[in-house]
């Protein structure tokens, strides 16, 4: 059964009210990853496609950075679910080493966290949004720099909770560093598998 927003999602990109589209595509991506709707995602994922395809400017930034979420969303589905539906799973890179990480830092072995790690988690603790946006866009420079794969990770880890608790500006800017922190992981994840 399909949400509201989804629903009232395709009427609103043939209407050519692009930004309202988005809108409503990207609360239908919330709730479909939240209730692990794979035919929703799908349908949230064509529907981007077209408004990627019609908008321009801001909006179609926007809808592409909504058409990266989506595609990382799926990639957290199992493979046979999404074989089932015709989509061909692409390789988790990142996984594997967000999983080895977790263990590490379980364990007590992950390494002594930056100055500015450490400074984004209290300022996203404190909702300061902006600050943490700031802090963790000088440590992923600083790790992928030093080539520090944990500290990368954990970069990750809080990027994703930013993404979560960040608006407006802050959101479209964390969103662009989610998608180069995934980027850094997956060409550190590549080199592992030379």
Do not use: H
Request: net charge negative; with cysteine; proline share 3%.
């Amino acid at each position: 059964m399909k949400t509201r927003e989804l629903t009232c999602a395709g009427p609103a990109l043939d209407a050519g009210d692009f930004t309202e589209a988005l809108f409503l595509l990207e609360q239908s991506r919330r709730v479909a990853v939240a209730q692990r709707k794979l035919d929703g995602l799908l349908e949230v994922r064509e529907l981007v496609a077209r408004l990627s395809s019609r908008s321009s400017g801001r909006t179609r930034d926007a809808s592409q950075r909504l058409a990266w979420k989506v595609d990382a969303d799926l990639r957290g589905f199992p493979a046979e679910a999404l074989e089932a539906v015709g989509v061909e799973p692409e390789p988790d890179l990142v996984g594997p080493l967000v999983a080895a990480w977790k263990l590490r830092t379980l364990a007590g072995n992950a390494p002594g966290k930056t100055r500015e790690l450490s400074q984004a988690r209290t300022a996203l603790e404190e909702g300061d949004a902006a600050m943490a946006l700031f802090l963790l866009q000088q440590a992923r420079r600083v790790a992928v720099a030093q080539r520090k794969l944990d500290e990368l990770l954990e970069v990750y880890e809080l990027v994703q909770v930013l993404s979560e608790r960040s608006s407006g500006r802050t959101r479209a800017a964390t969103d662009q560093l989610v998608i180069k922190v995934d980027s850094d992981l997956g060409a550190f994840a590549a080199e592992a598998n030379i």
